[in-house]
């Protein structure tokens, strides 16, 4: 069984940085890819960032594009979205997600209907 737990949120003024973490555990990760997605109140759930978890190529939605990265450490079993330039509109509740095997197409890192498992989310609050 695969468990993701989410860690690292909290209350933050607009221009600073948070570093979440996701721990991952119950399995062997080497075929997964991994993401990450927000969903603020009232909104739908949307994509943030993704990549697979032996590395390579990173996936990012055009909003966060220069301020979020996506990394693991692979012994720590572990995927971090570094955050920095933080805005209001970054407010969300933040949650990881993994895939086993995410196949050849670009288009499944960017949907969350393509991930069988997520965390129970972190709540990110930037203020003004």
């Known amino acids: 069984q695969v468990q993701l737990v989410e860690s690292g949120g909290g209350l933050v003024q607009a221009g600073g940085s948070l570093r979440l973490s996701c721990a991952a555990s119950?399995?062997?990760?080497?075929?997964?890819?991994l993401g990450w997605f927000r969903q603020a109140p009232g909104k739908e759930r949307e994509f943030v960032a993704a990549?697979?978890?032996?590395?390579?190529?990173?996936y990012y939605s055009n909003s966060v594009k220069g301020r979020f990265t996506i990394s693991t450490d692979n012994p720590k079993n572990t995927v971090y979205l570094q955050m920095n330039s933080l805005k209001p509109e970054d407010t969300a509740v933040y949650s990881c997600?993994?895939?086993?095997?995410?196949?050849?197409?670009?288009?499944?890192?960017?949907?969350?209907?393509?991930?069988?498992?997520w965390g129970q989310g972190t709540q990110v609050t930037v203020s003004s």
């Open positions: 990549m697979r978890w032996s590395g390579g190529t990173t």
């Open positions: 119950g399995r062997t990760f080497s075929t997964y890819a």
């Open positions: 997600a993994a895939v086993r095997r995410p196949g050849a197409s670009v288009s499944r890192y960017y949907s969350q209907w393509s991930y069988d498992y």
